[in-house]
């Protein structure tokens, strides 16, 4: 449950620090004091979208903090867990607006997309403002309190996701019976290219090989003669690099005398005579061996011309050309008898029809059982609200197609007199009973809503007399089971508060401020009095406001 708000510098409120407990708490004020300041901050906090006009004059910035005990909301800690957010066990959202219209959003300190705000701030808090029965004009809203009523969101989403595969397939399927003429056409030369490239048979790597061999072969004559060369020079007549080795290690060998200084150099002519005699034989031996051939010179010549002929032929470069054989032939597999063909399509089409029909027929029966008992519950409800002879009907119209909201349309229908015809809300509410109507769908939704905090923007506007006491007693019986905050014109929902927050406003140095305190029993009395009385409190106005504020405090539900 929302515990404690600070907001700094948004529109009139230079400071505002507000402590909240369970229980219903009533936001009272003249109009124009500032009442909305805090469903506003709270909406920015729960991540709502930014206005650089909402930061007060003269400041930098905004700044909203709202803190949330979330001990008891198992879903939002699990939230924090998975994105390694938690700290304890309470739960601080933080909000700043610049003047320029910039903001940022935190999460327990930590900075964080806005979505991630939005995502969390709907596990902790769910706010119906007061032009929210306007809203009640649409199917689309009918639908989804209905669902969140069955406690069948998730398995609508489920459906709206199964929808949208089905109709993504169906696409691709009439796409494909549409181009069926372009596509045979494809086939038949993706097999023609295909059938060319299996000829070809090109390896990876395998033209670089080829280039190689083919330098090698084609210069086999040169290698041939300076091998030979290079023998004679070594080994094999008078001038060899042997023979003329050998002639300079006999003149050192018949030397008078041992000369110690040139015993290394003896080794080293002897080394040398040796590695020029062994490099000698080798190249004899290559020479002996080698062949050049002219026949596999052709042949590789002939490859690399069929490869090149086929890498101009597709516009590609010769390396390119195994990637290519196997995207035609990964196409070609897809549309000749794969996961692209008619018949695979047909089939992929007819399985997620399977899928969606499973989902949609489970979420049609958790709609019909839901919505007798909302019907029921909403009807006990209006007959609180003086309307009792208002019949309240959540329609369920089947689809002949599948639709992303499942086979049926939903709207919210009613009967304004005994022996009429259910019709749509917009052709017969008028304003004041599509209030009530809407408080009362609320009410029932919010009986069932997972959600601790519910806050409720003026939803008593256009009620007054004996409905307003009655709204006042639903809303404080929501507030017995978790926290409820309500902004309210009228006493009799006031004086049943559990808290009593008063907002008003005073002019300082040609500024103007707002100002919000939580009021004691003789202020709430006090408050109760100035609603029922306007600007001369009469000692009976104060004496009715006491017998209700007693009352009140007095109401169970």
């Known amino acids: 449950m929302l515990t ?15 402590n909240f407990h369970r229980g219903m708490t009533a936001l009272t004020g003249e109009t124009g004091a500032g009442k909305s300041i805090v469903l506003d901050a709270l909406g920015l906090a729960m991540g709502g979208r930014a206005d650089a006009g909402a930061v007060r004059h003269g400041a930098p910035r905004a700044d909203i903090t709202a803190s949330f005990d979330i001990a008891r909301i198992p879903e939002a800690r699990a939230w924090l867990e998975a994105r390694e957010l938690d700290e304890k066990a309470d739960c601080i959202l933080r909000r700043t607006i610049r003047k320029d219209g910039r903001s940022k959003a935190f999460i327990n300190g930590q900075p964080c997309p806005l979505s991630q705000l939005k995502e969390l701030g709907g596990m902790l ?40 595969a089905w109709s993504q397939a169906k696409k691709k399927l009439e796409q494909r019976q549409q181009n069926a003429d372009e596509t045979e056409a494809r086939l038949q030369l993706l097999r023609y290219q295909v059938e060319e490239l299996d000829k070809l048979g090109l390896a990876d790597g395998e033209q670089e090989v080829l280039e190689a061999e083919q330098a090698q072969l084609s210069q086999a004559d040169t290698v041939l003669h300076s091998s030979h060369l290079a023998a004679q020079l070594c080994t ?68 690399l011309s069929a490869v090149f002929q086929m890498a101009r032929k597709h516009r590609v470069s010769p390396e390119e050309l195994p990637g290519l054989h196997q995207q035609l032939s990964a196409e070609l597999a897809e549309l000749d008898g794969g996961a692209g063909s008619l018949e695979q399509l047909e089939a992929e ?88 109507i809407s408080l009362a769908i609320q009410v029932v939704v919010a009986q069932t809503s997972t959600t601790p905090t519910l806050v409720f923007d003026e939803v008593d506007v256009g009620i007054g007399g004996g409905t307003a006491e009655v709204v006042g007693k639903l809303l ?17 929902v006031a004086a049943q508060c559990h808290q009593h927050l008063f907002v008003s406003k005073f002019t300082r140095e040609d500024a103007t401020f707002s100002t919000i305190k939580t009021l004691d029993d003789h202020g709430r009395i006090s408050e109760v009095a100035r609603m029922l009385g306007g600007v001369d409190m009469t000692e009976q106005t104060i004496a009715h406001a006491r017998e209700m504020f007693v009352k009140g405090q007095a109401t169970h539900h």
Not at 4 to 18: C, D, G, K, P, S
Not at 268 to 294: K, T
Not at 477 to 488: D, S
């Open 125 to 164: 808090m769910d706010i119906h403002s007061q032009h929210q029965h306007q809203s009640l004009l649409h199917k689309d809203t009918h639908r989804k309190l209905l669902d969140e009523f069955a406690g069948a969101l998730p398995l609508a989403e489920s459906t709206a996701q199964a929808w949208r």
């Open 349 to 436: 089409l007819a399985e997620l029809r399977a899928s969606f029909d499973t989902l949609a027929a489970e979420l049609t029966d958790k709609r019909q059982a839901a919505a007798i008992e909302l019907d029921q519950r909403v009807a006990r409800e209006l007959a609180q609200l003086s309307m009792p002879s208002v019949q309240f009907v959540s329609h369920l119209g089947r689809n002949d197609e599948p639709a992303p909201h499942g086979m049926e349309d939903i709207e919210f229908l009613v009967s304004a007199n005994p022996g009429q015809p259910a019709r749509s809300l917009a052709k017969v509410a008028s304003g004041g009973e599509l209030s009530r």
């Open 4 to 18: 404690q708000l600070i907001v700094t510098n948004y529109a009139i409120a230079e400071r505002v620090e507000l």
């Open 236 to 303: 094999e007549d008078d001038t060899s690099a042997a023979s003329l080795v050998r002639q300079a290690l006999q003149q050192l060998e018949q030397l008078p005398t041992e000369v110690p200084a040139l015993s290394d150099t003896l080794g080293m002519l002897n080394d040398a005579y040796i590695q020029i005699s062994e490099a000698g034989d080798n190249l004899r031996r290559f020479v002996d061996d080698y062949e050049a051939d002219p026949a596999r010179l052709a042949e590789v010549e002939e490859r």
């Open 476 to 492: 404080r019986a929501l507030g017995e089971q978790g926290q409820i905050l309500c902004v309210t014109h009228l006493p009799q």
